[in-house]
Each structure stands twice: as structure tokens, then as C-alpha cells.
């Protein structure tokens, strides 16, 4: 034990001297942003990926026919204009003749043909493909019936004109059109190279920023697009992170050597730390977390037993265990978007709870074979997961397990076959309560519940198609009590907030509800001395609370047929 | 530590070894505090098992005050989800401390036999069984716990079984060397000479005086364990919520650090005393088992 005393004393100098350093070096890289990814993107092919983490990246690489606005109202961007015809039911896309791919190729419509027709082709098995199941025969080619791609509704008219035919009109679609899957591909550049199209040294892309490396699980690089047509973006490189355990990038970011973070980064309990930093920032997300059940395994097969679970969790813990201003719900349409309504889910009733239960054959959980609830591997999950399993166990009497996985093979384990329960999320594609709701619909590759209900498919059907908004609301309103307070193949739990810390020289940074990490704007600030104030009012921002995120979800310009939505989908009244 | 001299006295000789050994052990200090403080833990361990309420909360029970810091009513204070620290570390000492023992056990057990066989033996059978020991060395620990993590099944005998297979040969190993350096000693030849069979034999004179060094490693197998169960549950692979071992407490608690550091200290505090403890015991039980200083007197 005696060499102990001098290791200590080596350790305690060590500590020291790392402090003192530590106090010199915060300062920015010029012209580049550092930020944390958190993991391994699993594929940059955006016809295919389904993740966020994927997501944050391509949408900083492509840009597609249309491209979103911070307040989330899509604007031209592929597509310079467009024309609406036969009421809302065709679509003519007229595109920009300069916009290049960055080998210098020009963008046409082809290549958007090429994209949708990989997309739809069902050995893809792309899960984003029922976004364009409004499109003519999409879901029948999607499906296998249709082996003939020439009836799909969409067609290159010429090598600047693209049509779309759809088979309703439905006010999202302009939405869609600014999505990854939507994004054009280079046919000769993924069949050229199979696999490995979407690494570096293959990849072609036409949006503001350039893959140039891609060191796997560590870091992917990003340069700026001399030949993006809106103009080169001021930052000259991105640096994309992935460090997965949150306490580690939250030191990295405190030592500065990340410029930003945000939730995937921000340890939960650190929060606390930063809530009256200039540096700290938090908005509402349209990003709904759920529990699901697969109601193909016993006991999740009865109704009752799924009704019983969901009245047994009590909401109202979720905000006061994260403490990052999360919005308790138990139904599933977020309160800015049409349809919301609080008594749409279940409200938390014990006594309820146990004797839906009873009704079930399980009277204080007696008969109930072992009930397993997988989770992705993140703390502010598990410490979700625990609290749910612990009310279950003290409303209901019922032991849950609690597995957990890394992020990869969880996403795999639920597509292929989800256990009883399992803990995910839904983040809007577009502002609009479709992106929602057609999530549990039979024919919706991420409904990983198998919860097939032809009442709820005909309410999401119809309201898609409905031009009357308060219609269109009720109907929604309708299949939300219906999905959530009715059937329930799933316990809806809280609103996710966004959580940043973004250093002072990160200027040009907005925030929107739907988390669109775009950077295309933003610069850094490396010279002046740097103040605090005006940077937390004027240049970065967002909507602060959940019932108030602006968006105007549809212009009338757009969809001639469907009334004017100005409001911003104002609904509930309610004070959080 | 203690001295050959401080040993000797006339008292501690009795004709039971046993007996001997607690004596002599007695007369060092730092050995019996960390005996007490071993004592402490296995007793709260076992007290947990059985059931004995120790404190007035569950160790699952969450409640509202989240977070709180150390005080009468949570003497650990609590963590995220409001749960009594103390509660836990007592429920996670039941883990912790069992998967420490019986891993040294499984070791001892395993290695020793493993060991004395190929020790005594030598020539062919020797190097037989010592490749076997290099191929399970070569082995890296991690894979192995995983792979059998997923064939035995997730939980404590997953974990338990896991452990054992990666941590006997480092005994396996010593115990050889042991016998093959006692083997030519006097003492040895001379009983064999007396026609002792072999099996007395190597109770009666390999083990006690190759004792010492076993006892040793397996003191540093204890922790070892400990911490390898904190590795597994971190994966992934161990225990699944809400039950917790030390280990697992450590690990999540390191995230709070920078702003509530009593969910780390206290768990950690529990590792290293335990820790610190074993160490101090085993360098106690060396120095009283050594037959050469019953000999010196």
C-alpha cells in the first residue's frame, strides 16, 4: 500500500495542472462547428433510413423538391415552382435547371424517378415508403401487386418537369415532398456501387454540405458545397461526433471541444446546472414517446389488459424525473397540431386500471405469464422505463422486465419481432396530424404493435383526405380516442423538449419543433469579443412552448381545395 | 504490516491450525478491522436476502422526493427516481458481495484441484492441462462473459457462471507452481519417503504450505469480480432494473456527478471499503498461515 501515497499525490498534480489548461483553451475552431451525433448513423441512404440520427446528417447533405423554413412551411427548393391541378390531385413540378450534384451533373427529374421507384420497390423494404402511399398505385407496387412501375403515378415529363398523380388530395403533401425518402438519387451511382454508394468516396449529393470523411463510429465530416445552388454556406465544415455516453460529450463540450449539444449529449441531471446559462436553451418538440405493445403476444391480445396498463401510469412523474419542461399526454396528437384534445387518452385511475385487469381473467395480475419491455440504451430512457415499471408493480400489481439494447439492434428487434412491450417515439415528419396517426395504420411499416383495426384505418383514410379542417379534426380527434383511450396498442407518455448548450460563437442557429438540425446558416463567430446577451434574444431561435409552435401547416396557395390554416393550429388553452 | 515476532508468542500455538491461524490473525490490527468490516457487509448481505427489513423503504420504491441529499430520513439520500440510496446499496450489497465469494470459490475450487493435478503430475499430463489453461487465458474475458451471458440467460446465474469460467485459472496457474517448487523440497521427499499415499500427502503438506499465495490471489479475485459485474450490468448484460448491485449503482450514478455526487459516493464508498478490505484480510491470513513462521519460533 505504500506506493499508493505518491500515485495519489502524481493523480492530485495531474488534476491540477489538467484544470489550470482547461481554463485557456475554449475557444471555436475557425469556421468549423463541432457537434455530437452520439452514434453511428446505421445508413446514410436516406431512401431507407429511418432513424434521426441519419436524419440529422442527410438533411445537411440534400435538399429536395421543396425544403423546409425554420417556422416549418415548406419553400422551393429542387422544384423552383410548382402547379396544383385537378383539384389537389396532380402535381407539376417545374425545377431548377442549376442545381448540380456534386460531381457536376445536373439534378432532374429522373433522378427524383429513380429515388421514388427504389423507394417503392419492395425488396427495398424502405419503412418510409407508406408516406407516399397517396401517390397512384404506390402502395400496390409497394405491396407486390403491382409489378408495372409505369402506372405509378409519378413520371419525369421532361428532364425539368416532374408529375405527380395522386389518388385523394391530401393538404401534406408539399410536406413530403421536402423529405429524405423523396430526396433524388444518382441510379448509375447506387447500382455502380451496390453496398457502398453512400460512403465518401462514392457518395453524390446536392445539398449544402459535402460528405468528405467518414470515420466509422467516430466522427463524419462535412464540408461546405461550392456548387450549392442557394450559394455557399459560411461554415466551412461540420464535425459530426459520435460519442455515445452523454457525461463524456458534455466534457468535451465543457472543455471546448464541441460547439453544441443537445439532448443526445446533455446528461439529465446536468440540466439542472445550466438552466440559468445564456448558453442553455430549451424548446418543445413535436416528438410524442410511447410505450407499444405487440398485441400479437398474450397477455397484450386483450384489450382489457392493454386498457389496464395504460390507466396505470400516472403522467404527471414523467416532467419531474426528467425535469426538462417534457409535456405529460396520454393521447397521441401533440397539442399544437388539430385533433389534439387532453381526454382523447385515458386519464391515471388505479382503481380503474385494477379492475379492467379483473375483467381481464387476471385479478391483481395473478395468471399474467412474464410481461418483458425492451428499451433503447440511453439514461433518460431507462429512467422512464423504471418509473413506468415501477407504477405497474405499485397500481397493478404487475412485475415488468426491463431489457434494454443498443440503439441498432433495438431498432432491429422491433421490425422484425417486438417483444410484448417496447419504448419508442415519434418525431413529426410534417406538421400535420397525419404523420402521427398513420403510424398505427395496418398497412404502416413502423407499426410494431401488428395492431390491425379497420375503423381506425377508414377515420385516418378519410381525415387525410378531408378538405374541411374542422371535419378534418374531428375525424382525427375521433381515431386518437380511438387508438389511445379505445383499443390502446400503445401508452402514450410525455412531449420530448430539446435541451441545447450552444457556445457564444455559434451564431445564425434557429430551432423548430420538429428538430430540424439545419446549419446551412449558421457561421462562427471567432474574432470579437463575445457577449452573452444579444446572442440569447436575437440570434437563436424557437417556440418556447408546446401549445404554441408556429406553423402554418398549409398555404392555400398550395391546396387550392383545402381551407386556410393561419392560426398555426392553435387548439388547446391549456397552461403548462 | 505485521512482523514474524509480533507472531510469536507462546499463546498462539494450540494443536487445532485452525485455531492458530484466528489467533494469530487476532494480533494483527489492520486485519481485524477488515475482518469486522467484511463481517458487516456479508451480515447486511444476508440480512437483505432473508428479507430483514433494515430500513423503513423497498429498495424498488420510488417516491417524490427525487434527488434529495443525504439526511435523517434518507441517510444516503435519494436518487432520480426518489428511491432510498441506502435501501439500494444494501439490496446491492446481497449481489456485489455474493458474486464476489462465490467467484473466489469457484476459483479456489476449480483452480485448486485444476492446479494440483497438473503440479503434481508434471511431464505430459502437465502440459496437457496447461495448454488448456493458456487456451482459456487466451480467451479475452469480456467475449466469454458475453457469449455465456447469452447462452446461460440474462440475471445473477448468468453473471455468476460467467465469472467463475474466466477467473480459475489464474489460481489453476499458482497452485502449480506451488506444488512443482514444493515438490523437491525436503520435507516433502521425506514423507513420501515415510511411504505417506499421495492423497494425505498433498492435504497434509502441499496445500498448507502453498496456502498462502492462493489466499492471496483469491483476495484480489473478490474485487476483481465485483467490478467485472459492474462491466456486465453496464453492457447490458447483467441485471436488468430495478435491481442493482454496487456496481451497477456506481454506473449510473457517475453521470450525477458534477451535481449530486452522493449518488456515486456512496455506492463507490461500499466498493472500496469492501475492496480495500479483502486486501488488508488476505495480506492478514498470509502472514498467519505461512507455516515457516510457525517453524521460526
Not at chain 1, 381526454?343 to 385487469?357: H, T, V
Not at chain 1, 426491463?402 to 433495438?410: A, G, M
Request: hydrophobic share 40%; proline share 6%; with cysteine.
Amino acid at each position: 500500500m505504500k506506493f499508493l501515497l505518491p500515485l495519489l499525490a502524481v493523480a492530485l498534480v495531474l488534476v491540477l495542472v489538467g484544470a489550470g489548461w482547461n481554463q485557456k483553451s475554449i475557444k471555436p475552431e475557425p469556421g468549423c462547428l463541432r457537434i455530437n451525433l452520439g452514434t453511428e448513423p446505421p445508413s446514410l441512404d436516406w431512401s431507407v433510413t429511418v432513424d434521426n440520427y441519419s436524419f440529422d446528417v442527410i438533411a445537411n447533405l440534400m435538399v429536395g423538391l421543396t425544403q423546409y423554413r425554420n417556422n416549418l412551411t415548406c419553400k422551393p427548393s429542387v422544384a423552383s415552382s410548382w402547379d396544383v391541378l385537378d383539384d389537389g390531385k396532380r402535381y407539376v413540378f417545374h425545377l431548377r435547371k442549376d442545381v448540380l450534384w456534386s460531381d457536376g451533373k445536373p439534378v432532374t427529374a429522373h433522378d427524383f424517378v429513380y429515388a421514388w421507384r427504389r423507394m417503392l420497390t419492395p425488396a427495398t423494404a424502405a419503412q418510409n415508403s407508406f408516406l407516399f402511399y397517396d401517390v397512384i398505385n404506390a402502395y400496390e407496387f409497394n405491396s407486390g401487386k403491382l409489378k408495372d412501375f409505369q402506372q405509378v403515378g409519378i413520371k419525369a415529363l421532361d428532364d425539368y418537369t416532374l408529375e405527380v398523380k395522386l389518388r385523394r388530395p391530401v393538404a401534406y403533401f408539399i410536406n413530403i415532398t421536402a423529405l429524405s425518402p423523396a430526396f433524388p438519387l444518382r441510379q448509375d451511382i447506387v447500382e455502380g456501387f451496390a453496398d457502398s454508394w453512400s460512403e465518401p468516396e462514392h457518395i453524390v449529393t446536392n445539398g449544402p454540405f459535402l460528405l468528405t470523411k467518414w470515420q466509422h463510429e467516430y466522427k463524419i465530416e462535412l464540408t461546405a458545397n461550392q456548387r450549392f445552388f442557394e450559394g455557399e454556406p459560411k461554415l466551412k465544415k461540420i464535425k459530426y461526433f459520435m460519442v455515445p455516453e452523454p457525461s463524456t460529450a458534455l466534457a468535451l463540450y465543457e472543455n471546448g471541444e464541441l460547439d453544441f449539444i443537445d439532448n443526445r449529449s446533455f446528461p439529465t441531471p446536468d440540466v439542472e446546472r445550466y438552466r440559468t446559462s445564456p448558453m442553455y436553451h430549451n424548446y418543445p418538440l413535436l416528438r410524442n414517446n410511447y410505450v407499444g405493445f405487440n398485441v400479437t403476444k398474450k397477455p397484450f391480445d386483450n384489450k382489457l389488459v392493454r386498457q389496464a396498463f395504460s390507466s396505470a401510469i400516472d403522467r404527471d412523474v414523467f416532467p419531474k424525473i426528467l425535469r426538462r419542461k417534457e409535456f405529460p399526454s396520454s393521447c397521441w396528437i401533440p397539442p399544437s397540431l388539430m385533433g389534439y384534445d387532453a381526454n382523447s387518452g385515458p386519464n391515471f385511475d388505479a382503481a380503474r386500471a385494477q379492475k379492467l385487469l379483473a375483467d381481464a381473467g387476471f385479478p391483481d395480475g395473478k395468471g399474467l405469464p412474464p410481461i418483458t419491455l425492451l428499451y433503447p440504451q440511453r439514461e433518460d430512457v431507462r429512467l422512464v422505463v423504471e418509473a413506468m415499471q415501477d407504477q405497474l408493480k405499485r397500481n397493478l400489481h404487475v412485475n415488468v422486465e426491463l431489457i434494454n439494447q443498443e440503439w441498432k439492434v433495438f431498432l432491429a428487434t422491433c421490425r422484425n419481432d417486438a417483444p410484448q412491450m417496447y419504448r419508442s417515439s415519434w418525431g413529426a415528419d410534417f406538421p400535420d396530424p397525419e404523420t402521427f396517426m398513420s403510424n398505427f395504420t395496418s398497412r404502416n411499416g413502423n407499426n410494431h404493435t401488428r395492431w390491425k383495426n379497420k375503423t381506425y384505418d377508414d377515420l385516418v383514410e378519410r381525415a387525410g383526405g378531408e378538405p374541411n379542417q374542422a371535419k378534418r379534426a374531428a375525424l382525427y380527434k375521433e381515431a386518437d380516442t380511438l387508438l389511445c383511450k379505445e383499443e390502446s396498442p400503445l401508452i402514450c407518455t410525455y412531449l420530448a423538449s430539446q435541451n441545447i448548450l450552444v457556445r457564444p460563437w455559434v451564431r445564425g442557429l434557429e430551432f423548430n419543433a420538429m428538430d430540424l438540425q439545419f446549419f446551412k446558416t449558421v457561421w462562427i463567430e471567432d474574432s470579437s469579443p463575445l457577449s452573452f446577451r444579444g446572442f440569447s434574444r436575437g440570434i437563436c431561435r424557437g417556440s418556447s412552448k408546446f401549445e404554441s409552435i408556429k406553423l402554418n401547416a398549409v398555404k392555400s396557395r398550395q391546396i387550392p381545395r383545402i381551407a386556410r390554416n393561419d392560426k398555426g393550429c392553435r387548439i388547446s388553452q391549456r397552461s403548462y | 504490516m505485521s512482523t514474524i515476532e509480533q507472531l510469536s508468542t507462546k499463546r498462539i500455538e494450540s494443536g487445532n491450525p485452525i485455531i492458530t491461524v484466528w489467533r494469530r490473525l487476532k494480533r494483527i490490527p489492520t486485519a481485524v478491522v477488515a475482518w469486522v468490516i467484511i463481517s458487516v457487509m456479508v451480515a447486511m448481505a444476508i440480512a437483505s436476502l432473508l428479507g430483514v427489513p433494515l430500513t423503513p423503504y423497498s429498495f424498488d420504491q420510488t417516491s417524490t422526493t427525487l434527488l434529495a441529499d443525504p439526511s435523517w430520513q434518507h441517510l444516503m439520500g435519494t436518487d432520480e427516481l426518489g428511491r432510498d440510496l441506502f435501501t439500494r446499496v444494501i439490496y446491492g450489497s446481497r449481489l456485489s458481495i455474493s458474486i464476489g465469494i462465490t467467484t473466489a470459490f469457484v476459483a479456489l475450487v476449480i483452480g485448486t484441484i485444476y492446479g494440483a493435478t497438473a503440479g503434481y503430475c508434471e511431464g505430459k499430463v502437465d502440459s496437457l492441462l496447461m495448454r488448456g489453461v493458456d487456451i482459456a487465458y487466451s480467451l479475452p474475458d469480456l467475449l466469454v462473459m458475453i457469449l455465456v451471458g447469452v447462452l446461460v440467460g440474462r440475471g445473477t446465474q448468468g453473471i455468476l457462471f460467467a465469472l467463475a469460467l474466466v477467473s480459475w485459472m489464474g489460481t489453476a496457474r499458482l497452485v502449480r507452481a506451488q506444488f512443482m517448487q514444493l515438490k523437491h523440497e525436503e520435507f516433502i521427499e521425506a514423507a513420501r519417503a515415510c511411504g505417506q499415499p499421495v492423497f494425505p500427502l498433498i492435504c497434509k503438506h502441499f496445500l498448507p504450505n502453498a496456502m498462502g499465495p492462493i489466499i492471496v490471489a483469491l483476495t484480489f479475485i473478490v474485487p476483481s469480480a465485483i467490478l467485472s459485474e459492474s462491466t456486465l450490468s453496464f453492457i447490458g448484460l447483467g441485471l436488468s432494473p430495478p435491481a442493482c448491485s454496487w456496481g451497477t449503482l456506481a454506473a449510473d450514478g457517475w453521470r450525477s456527478l458534477r451535481t449530486h455526487p452522493h449518488l456515486i459516493l456512496f455506492p463507490s464508498l461500499f466498493i472500496f471499503l469492501t475492496v480495500l478490505s479483502f486486501n488488508f484480510l488476505g495480506d492478514g491470513l498470509r502472514d498467519a498461515l505461512d507455516p515457516r513462521t510457525r517453524l521460526k519460533k
